[in-house]
């Protein structure tokens, strides 16, 4: 890339990982990221799981797992590197999450020596593919109430795994129709005991030669609305008989006299403690998408600046597409939340290299509400990813009319995968319940002892302060939101001061006004009263997760040495929070956040920024950083059969 | 069907053409409009061709041509019969589209006897299956640039139709790579006097055995992001003769003498006049999009109905998920435009049948201005229809999660397919610039000869009275009117009065103001002012539109007998009323048109009414009169395999 600009953006957006994705843009080939249009469904597959055991053997299933059995253990750059496969075939993506994040997380992560000693080196180079066999088909979101039972019986020491109802199937799970010998499969652990709630087994399903094993059915999912060439399918257990050594064992299990052993005596906490573990799959799955976007944009954008249509009264030559305001409304706002997204993703993957890839001196535990953290902000940036992707993708096909709905130009097929993103990996609106309630348990562990009358006043300095200083605190943002105070209704609109105290002001009021709304609910009336409240609480969820993009993105931004890229990432950054603002902007107006005025300036500083974008969309594009062998659309390469007179 | 509240909801979207839909309902197999989720590419073109001809042996590709020739000259009943069809698979709607709307439609509306003698018949029994090439890789909006030339050649007689350069390539033509033997080719018409613009031949593509004839070639566009089963292709042209009676000569000819002759002396307004008489294709691809859109909520609604996911505290089985308001919200808000949109379909089908599909006296003509807004109407109609489809697939698919993205349920490939509807037959971007155009030209005439001084205050009153008494006034509606004024901050919410006074005054203040911007335009500055508005003037272009489509509702609801039905569409429209409103809350109460505690109650309204509605699901679902036997899904028919425990 000749373009400095561009290369300190790209250097910006690359983070912590840098070396990582560096690498990968040098090692990639595209015969190994990317398919072919029109394959059938089976030769998708077939060549989907070569390109898994490819990029097995140069390496790239070792990144996170332990040291010891030849893993690099850095937690932080298979994250990254899943970005960098976002750029690729999303088929490939997934079935590369099921193999090495689910499937080969889950063995990692739960299990204990004995499983990593005899697994983990055949997981890492793709030899065992595994599935993660969790969702069934009566449950997918309240994982709790799986139905599939694994039962110990003492009389052979064994454990008996059971789907004793049709909804207790397992479904929809990748590897399973054609690649998987093994599978992590989660039940409710029985033992003559009692009930012990959602634990997983290690446990083959098919033997070397790729037969079924008895007891096992296994059924395809058949076509679906994307990913091609991932092979889910359904499990059905019929009273199979695996060793109590199958159980993986690091957070309980079952001792050789066959007694229950946990150091978390608490149900509800030892389930969500094994989950918290796989936090990494949400962590992904948003990166993956994010790229999947950023590849979209830059397909769309490089098409929209060279094709022309309709002439200017008096002019002999068409306008250039990307000329349009409207043209320029429908990418610029989505091409800047993909910059914002992109320093949220490089934030998020730092904090769980941090509380999981860094190893801690024996019996230290990093704190609670670091986990929490960590968690809350995962499944809201994962759903705020995937849903910006779907439609970010959407939009591009739109930009590029009927061209964009030729497979060869690269979108459709994204925009058809890129789909599910919103639901695997934790549905987008549970997902974001899921941020509320823990911002709300935050919330109640502050207030919880105050009595309402006395909530008001002191709300609203918690919050303003508390909360905001916890989640952030960095000098440079401190800085900025105190220039930003007392001048609201004057200060400029892309001031970057101003544009954070709006967030923080939608945020904090959102949730504030929520808990009070909430803590009125007793025993009888909750449901009811939650669920009125329903699209109040993920509200305050997705506003809470929009800050956390915005101060991700001011910090990095504040980490720029000066000069004409940062002053370019200043717009970029200023048109993303803008239009978020402009989302909202009756929630600004309502709550007197906004004047009328003010909030038509928003308008129209929006249309003024994407004016000033728009000579700098070819290094804006560069700057993404995405390999460019891998961007083959005959419309982005210039190939396109056009003059574009 | 048993529920006398459902069938009298489906009576009243049946509308005028409630026998075509009747029959429809009765008539059809499942076998002659559904596919199979894993078809190769190829086996589902064969399969839709096979379709086409199936349907066209029950008569349904002779509704809307003459009767001279066998037709019923039925122009509103195609558009219904449209709709019926886009309840199959849409793969098959476009090629029947292709086939009767386009290309049929074209042979009927722009040729005279010579071509119908010899042709009608075999194009209404789908034996000569034909093309509609308009479409070139340099033009798809601004059509009027086409490249491809139809030159006449006084030695020979002969026209001979060429493409000059890459760009001017017929491209994404329906039927051309696999079908069509003829086409209706478009082309800038040149003969020895000069250059004449855009006309069209009726040209023999491929021969008997189905040979593509000299001087053609045809490729295959391939793997597209839907319509799997739609032969798309490319047609060149390297000078290829055809005789002179092969121009489509209704609205201008070449004589004998080799002159040209036409009644339309200006160019561009011949051109428009052609293009206006093939308005019914904007009119049944909205239709047909919107019936895609309410098999898919009515799929994602029943499932909904049954679905439990999540216990609330202290309850042992799990909530339906529709009974949550976030799924409410997602739902509930898109099956009430759904019911709007369907009125507004019924009232532009029956104007077209008015203008288009009726003989006049000879000599006769339909006034300029009735012509002109059916075709600003179909083309926002279509726009707005188009992107709610695409949008409430999404919305369904995501409802259903996992179980959504498994292709038997019938979404995937819907929502896949009804991604281009949003740019053939016009992108709905320029569309909604085409209604912003139609409305401004009204403007001027209104207001083109007064002072800039002047115009102020007579603005107001003329847009408040003249344009809303022309689009309307009808009696029911003016009693509407009439109650709403002078209390709009204080009635209810759900007050259908207040609700259309709510659309009027957003749709009369956005043109009024995007026409005073547009005034200043002159000459050098033309495009930076018109681009600079372009967001105002789409806007002014959908709040139209949306006015147009409460309007057609309220018309219809006003018809409706008293009881049940007729309170329960009440609620229905409210409920699409207050979500149009809250989309543009930011915008009322910039125009203090809403304060910010109404504001708030538009928001509180809307959950009101999904809690009202809620129990009434099944009634709302079946009252859409989709034809049963083609809802297949699984999640729908209750034989997906799960206890739903």
């Given at each position: 890339m000749n373009d400095p600009v561009a290369l300190e953006l790209r250097t910006t957006l690359d983070g912590p990982w840098a070396a990582v994705r560096g690498d990968f843009r040098e090692q990639i080939e595209p015969s190994m990221l990317l398919g072919t249009p029109g394959e059938s469904m089976q030769a998708q597959r077939e060549r989907v799981t070569d390109q898994v055991l490819q990029i097995a053997s140069i390496g790239h299933g070792r990144v996170g797992f332990p040291q010891a059995y030849g893993g690099t253990y850095d937690y932080g750059a298979s994250c990254a590197l899943f970005e960098m496969q976002g750029y690729g075939d999303l088929s490939l993506l997934v079935k590369l999450g099921v193999q090495f994040g689910l499937f080969g997380g889950a063995?990692?992560?739960?299990?204990?020596?004995?499983?990593?000693?005899?697994?983990?080196?055949?997981?890492?180079?793709?030899?065992?593919?595994?599935?993660?066999?969790?969702?069934?088909?009566?449950?997918?979101?309240?994982?709790q109430r799986l139905e599939t039972t694994i039962t110990?019986?003492?009389?052979?020491?064994?454990?008996?795994?059971?789907?004793?109802?049709?909804?207790?199937?397992?479904?929809?799970?990748?590897?399973?129709?054609?690649?998987?010998?093994?599978?992590?499969?989660?039940?409710?652990?029985?033992?003559?005991?009692?009930?012990?709630?959602?634990?997983?087994?290690?446990?083959?399903?098919?033997?070397?030669?790729?037969?079924?094993?008895?007891?096992?059915?296994?059924?395809?999912?058949?076509?679906?609305?994307?990913?091609?060439?991932?092979?889910?399918?359904?499990?059905?257990?019929?009273?199979?008989?695996?060793?109590?050594?199958?159980?993986?064992?690091?957070?309980?299990?079952?001792?050789?006299?066959?007694?229950?052993?946990?150091?978390?005596?608490?149900?509800?906490?030892?389930?969500?403690?094994m989950l918290g573990t796989l936090v990494r799959g949400r962590v992904c799955v948003g990166g993956g998408a994010a790229s999947a976007a950023k590849k979209g944009l830059a397909i769309a954008l490089r098409y929209g600046a060279r094709r022309r249509q309709f002439e200017a009264p008096g002019a002999e030559q068409e306008i250039v597409v990307l000329d349009y305001l409207a043209h320029q409304r429908k990418l610029f706002p989505r091409l800047a939340k993909s910059y914002a997204l992109s320093f949220a993703q490089n934030a998020i993957t730092e904090t769980l290299q941090e509380l999981h890839g860094t190893p801690l001196p024996d019996g230290e535990t990093h704190p609670k509400e670091a986990i929490r953290e960590l968690e809350t902000r995962a499944a809201g940036l994962k759903a705020v990813s995937t849903w910006h992707a779907v439609d970010t993708l959407q939009a591009c096909r739109e930009a590029c009319g009927g061209a964009g709905f030729i497979a060869e130009n690269q979108l459709t097929q994204a925009r058809a995968d890129v789909d599910v993103f919103a639901t695997f990996e934790g549905d987008n609106t549970v997902l974001l319940?899921?941020?509320?309630?823990?911002?709300?348990?935050?919330?109640?562990?502050?207030?919880?002892?105050?009595?309402?009358?006395?909530?008001?006043?002191?709300?609203?300095?918690?919050?303003?302060?508390?909360?905001?200083?916890?989640?952030?605190?960095?000098?440079?943002?401190?800085?900025?939101?105190?220039?930003?105070?007392?001048?609201?209704?004057?200060?400029?609109?892309?001031?970057?001061?101003?544009?954070?105290?709006?967030?923080?002001?939608?945020?904090?009021?959102?949730?504030?006004?929520?808990?009070?709304?909430?803590?009125?609910?007793?025993?009888?009336?909750?449901?009811?009263?939650?669920?009125?409240?329903?699209?109040h609480v993920l509200f305050a969820a997705r506003t809470h997760i929009d800050r956390c993009i915005l101060e991700a993105a001011l910090e990095a931004h504040d980490d720029m040495a000066d000069g004409e890229a940062k002053e370019l990432m200043r717009k970029v950054l200023a048109l993303y929070a803008l239009s978020s603002i402009e989302e909202d902007k009756a929630w600004f107006l309502e709550h007197g956040r906004l004047n009328s005025v003010r909030s038509r300036q928003?308008?129209?500083?929006?249309?003024?920024?994407?004016?000033?974008?728009?000579?700098?969309?070819?290094?804006?594009?560069?700057?993404?950083?995405?390999?460019?062998?891998?961007?083959?659309?005959?419309?982005?390469?210039?190939?396109?059969?056009t003059t574009f007179a």
């Amino acid at each position: 890339m000749n373009d400095p600009v561009a290369l300190e953006l790209r250097t910006t957006l690359d983070g912590p990982w840098a070396a990582v994705r560096g690498d990968f843009r040098e090692q990639i080939e595209p015969s190994m990221l990317l398919g072919t249009p029109g394959e059938s469904m089976q030769a998708q597959r077939e060549r989907v799981t070569d390109q898994v055991l490819q990029i097995a053997s140069i390496g790239h299933g070792r990144v996170g797992f332990p040291q010891a059995y030849g893993g690099t253990y850095d937690y932080g750059a298979s994250c990254a590197l899943f970005e960098m496969q976002g750029y690729g075939d999303l088929s490939l993506l997934v079935k590369l999450g099921v193999q090495f994040g689910l499937f080969g997380g889950a063995v990692s992560r739960l299990g204990t020596q004995r499983h990593h000693e005899e697994y983990l080196r055949g997981i890492m180079d793709a030899q065992i593919m595994g599935s993660f066999a969790m969702t069934e088909i009566g449950h997918g979101s309240n994982v709790q109430r799986l139905e599939t039972t694994i039962t110990y019986d003492p009389a052979t020491d064994e454990l008996v795994v059971n789907s004793p109802t049709p909804s207790s199937v397992k479904t929809y799970i990748g590897n399973a129709a054609k690649d998987a010998r093994m599978a992590v499969v989660f039940g409710q652990l029985l033992t003559p005991e009692g009930e012990f709630g959602v634990h997983a087994v290690l446990m083959e399903v098919r033997d070397a030669e790729g037969n079924v094993l008895p007891g096992i059915t296994i059924e395809d999912n058949g076509v679906k609305g994307g990913l091609p060439g991932v092979d889910n399918g359904t499990f059905a257990f019929a009273d199979v008989r695996i060793p109590r050594s199958a159980l993986l064992n690091k957070f309980a299990d079952i001792d050789d006299e066959g007694r229950y052993q946990s150091d978390i005596a608490n149900e509800n906490a030892r389930f969500f403690t094994m989950l918290g573990t796989l936090v990494r799959g949400r962590v992904c799955v948003g990166g993956g998408a994010a790229s999947a976007a950023k590849k979209g944009l830059a397909i769309a954008l490089r098409y929209g600046a060279r094709r022309r249509q309709f002439e200017a009264p008096g002019a002999e030559q068409e306008i250039v597409v990307l000329d349009y305001l409207a043209h320029q409304r429908k990418l610029f706002p989505r091409l800047a939340k993909s910059y914002a997204l992109s320093f949220a993703q490089n934030a998020i993957t730092e904090t769980l290299q941090e509380l999981h890839g860094t190893p801690l001196p024996d019996g230290e535990t990093h704190p609670k509400e670091a986990i929490r953290e960590l968690e809350t902000r995962a499944a809201g940036l994962k759903a705020v990813s995937t849903w910006h992707a779907v439609d970010t993708l959407q939009a591009c096909r739109e930009a590029c009319g009927g061209a964009g709905f030729i497979a060869e130009n690269q979108l459709t097929q994204a925009r058809a995968d890129v789909d599910v993103f919103a639901t695997f990996e934790g549905d987008n609106t549970v997902l974001l319940q899921l941020v509320a309630k823990g911002l709300l348990t935050e919330y109640k562990e502050m207030f919880g002892d105050l009595a309402m009358a006395e909530l008001a006043g002191l709300v609203t300095k918690q919050v303003a302060e508390g909360l905001v200083e916890r989640t952030t605190g960095r000098a440079g943002l401190q800085r900025l939101r105190d220039l930003a105070k007392g001048r609201d209704h004057e200060s400029a609109m892309d001031d970057t001061g101003w544009l954070l105290s709006m967030f923080e002001q939608r945020a904090d009021h959102a949730l504030e006004t929520v808990g009070k709304r909430l803590r009125k609910a007793g025993k009888d009336n909750g449901f009811e009263l939650f669920n009125s409240a329903q699209d109040h609480v993920l509200f305050a969820a997705r506003t809470h997760i929009d800050r956390c993009i915005l101060e991700a993105a001011l910090e990095a931004h504040d980490d720029m040495a000066d000069g004409e890229a940062k002053e370019l990432m200043r717009k970029v950054l200023a048109l993303y929070a803008l239009s978020s603002i402009e989302e909202d902007k009756a929630w600004f107006l309502e709550h007197g956040r906004l004047n009328s005025v003010r909030s038509r300036q928003v308008t129209a500083s929006i249309n003024d920024l994407c004016r000033e974008l728009r000579p700098r969309v070819h290094t804006l594009v560069d700057g993404m950083g995405i390999p460019e062998s891998l961007i083959t659309a005959p419309i982005a390469t210039g190939e396109h059969t056009t003059t574009f007179a």
